[in-house]
């Protein structure tokens, strides 16, 4: 016969340390797509030109 093992209790307790950030990230809450469409309206139209001609070869 299997040995009977006594019953305990698991107990949390609240931590005094403060709250844990999801993540320590360089850009921080910065809008990499904003970012990407305002640097796409300042390039000079002739430059996106070739770009485009070359993918719809």
Known sequence: ???QSK???VEV???RR???RQSAS???NLDLAAVAEEI???LPQS???PA???DAQ
Do not use: L, N, Q, T
């Open 1 to 3: 016969m299997r040995a």
């Open 7 to 9: 019953p305990f209790i």
């Open 13 to 15: 307790k609240s931590s």
């Open 18 to 20: 403060a709250e844990r």
């Open 26 to 28: 360089i850009w921080g």
């Open 40 to 42: 796409a309206e300042e």
């Open 47 to 49: 430059a996106a030109a």
């Open 52 to 54: 485009e001609a070359a």
